[in-house]
């Protein structure tokens, strides 16, 4: 059984820093795609970014490229998110989440992800 357990959330000031981690276990970690999702109250859950298996791929949502980076551990089971200048709209719950098997590309929709983890909550005051 494939689980995710994401941590690092907070509360930031606007323009500050944080790290998200999303340790995986179940299965081989490094076969596979990994994705960063979020939802904010009353809004649906969107996309972020995702890194390639190997990790020299990855993709982010235009509201994020330049300031968010996604990275791997494939020894430590590991996928990162880090957010840097930080606004008030980035406010939401993140989500790491893995495809059910390995992929060539790098999907971005939620109906191509199939294990989730719980979240952890991301608040930037202004």
């Known amino acids: 059984q494939v689980q995710l357990v994401e941590s690092g959330g907070g509360l930031v000031q606007a323009g500050g820093s944080l790290r998200l981690s999303c340790e995986a276990s179940?299965?081989?970690?490094?076969?596979?795609?990994m994705g960063w999702f979020r939802q904010a109250p009353g809004k649906e859950r969107e996309f972020v970014g995702a890194?390639?298996?190997?990790?020299?791929?990855?993709y982010y949502a235009d509201s994020v490229k330049g300031r968010f980076t996604i990275s791997r551990d494939n020894a430590k089971n590991t996928v990162y998110l880090q957010m840097n200048s930080l606004k008030p709209e980035d406010t939401a719950a993140y989500y790491c989440?893995?495809?059910?098997?390995?992929?060539?590309?790098?999907?971005?929709?939620?109906?191509?992800?199939?294990?989730w983890g719980q979240g952890t909550q991301v608040t930037v005051s202004s």
């Open positions: 989440a893995t495809p059910d098997r390995p992929l060539s590309t790098i999907p971005r929709t939620l109906h191509e992800y199939d294990y």
């Open positions: 890194i390639s298996w190997y990790g020299d791929i990855t």
């Open positions: 179940g299965r081989t970690f490094g076969n596979y795609v």
